[in-house]
């Protein structure tokens, strides 16, 4: 899967969540979940349950502390990926 | 964690601790009741001489007996005097069928959806004593210690 690619799977998880509908246009790797997109911490669970779902993966507590942006998230998907 | 400890855990008071007791608990569910009194504050207000108990507190009593006890319950390993559980409502869908009036008693029953990364959300009803459906919907919130 390209970056692209990921990215568009990743805004359709995360669409429903979002409070900050303009920072979610405008979304890039450096895109922080809670501090521009106003997500709150339940519906960041939210997120973390459906993109174990999308990508028939399992995440941990540490993946969950580490998954505050959009870079870390591409990062611990692509290594669930893998392994 | 006996039945009485979880209420005694529990992070409210008098006037806003809608629950009496709990009738059975695992870690998949909860089932607990509360009898709402005739001198609750707010019969006072909703409605102006009409006292019926308002959908919020309904929810509201739903969420202590069937998310927060059961939370409690969960997380019981990691609780002790000095390190008690910290709650927030996030979020709730709630469907209404039947008033409860003052005096009437309710039982509430929660079965667990996820309880994972410290969130906890429930399928929850609500029956009054003639075991009809007063409302149900889904609850969830944050619990961690």
Same mark, same amino acid.
């Given at each position: 899967?390209?970056?692209?690619?990921?990215?568009?799977?990743?805004?359709?998880? @995360?669409?429903?969540?979002?409070?900050?509908?303009?920072?979610?246009?405008? +979304?890039?790797? *450096?895109?922080?979940?809670?501090?521009?997109?106003? /997500?709150?911490?339940?519906?960041?669970? *939210?997120? @973390? +349950?459906?993109?174990?779902?999308?990508?028939?993966?399992?995440?941990?507590?540490?993946?969950?502390?580490?998954?505050?942006? /959009?870079?870390?998230?591409?990062? @611990?998907?692509?290594?669930? +990926?893998?392994? | 964690?006996?039945? %009485?400890? $979880?209420? &005694?855990?529990?992070?409210?008071?008098?006037?806003?601790?809608?629950?009496?007791? $709990?009738?059975?608990?695992? %870690? !998949?569910?909860?089932?607990?009741?509360?009898?709402?009194? %005739?001198?609750?504050?707010?019969?006072? =207000?909703?409605?102006?001489?009409?006292? $019926?108990?308002?959908?919020?507190?309904?929810?509201?009593?739903?969420?202590?007996?069937?998310?927060?006890?059961?939370?409690?319950?969960?997380?019981?390993?990691?609780?002790?005097?000095?390190?008690?559980?910290?709650?927030?409502?996030?979020?709730?869908?709630?469907?209404?069928?039947?008033?409860?009036?003052?005096?009437?008693?309710?039982?509430?029953?929660?079965?667990?959806?996820?309880?994972?990364?410290?969130?906890? &959300?429930?399928?929850?009803? #609500?029956? !009054?004593? &003639?075991?009809?459906?007063?409302?149900? =919907?889904?609850?969830?919130? #944050?619990?961690?210690?």
């Amino acid at each position: 899967m390209t970056n692209d690619e990921l990215i568009t799977k990743l805004k359709a998880i @995360i669409a429903p969540y979002v409070q900050d509908e303009k920072a979610f246009e405008n +979304l890039t790797e *450096d895109t922080d979940f809670i501090n521009d997109l106003k /997500v709150n911490s339940a519906n960041l669970v *939210d997120i @973390i +349950l459906d993109i174990e779902d999308e990508f028939s993966i399992r995440l941990e507590n540490e993946d969950m502390e580490k998954m505050l942006d /959009v870079k870390a998230a591409m990062l @611990i998907i692509n290594t669930k +990926l893998k392994t | 964690m006996i039945k %009485e400890d $979880i209420i &005694k855990r529990l992070p409210y008071q008098a006037p806003f601790l809608f629950v009496d007791g $709990i009738d059975a608990i695992s %870690e !998949n569910g909860i089932t607990g009741h509360y009898r709402f009194k %005739e001198d609750e504050s707010f019969y006072e =207000g909703h409605f102006k001489d009409h006292p $019926i108990t308002p959908g919020v507190i309904l929810t509201e009593c739903m969420a202590q007996i069937g998310l927060v006890c059961l939370g409690i319950f969960l997380l019981k390993d990691e609780l002790s005097e000095v390190r008690k559980p910290q709650i927030a409502l996030t979020s709730h869908q709630m469907d209404f069928y039947l008033p409860v009036l003052p005096n009437e008693k309710v039982t509430v029953i929660s079965e667990k959806e996820v309880f994972r990364f410290n969130k906890l &959300k429930c399928k929850v009803k #609500m029956l !009054n004593e &003639k075991g009809e459906l007063v409302c149900r =919907g889904t609850i969830s919130g #944050m619990i961690k210690v």
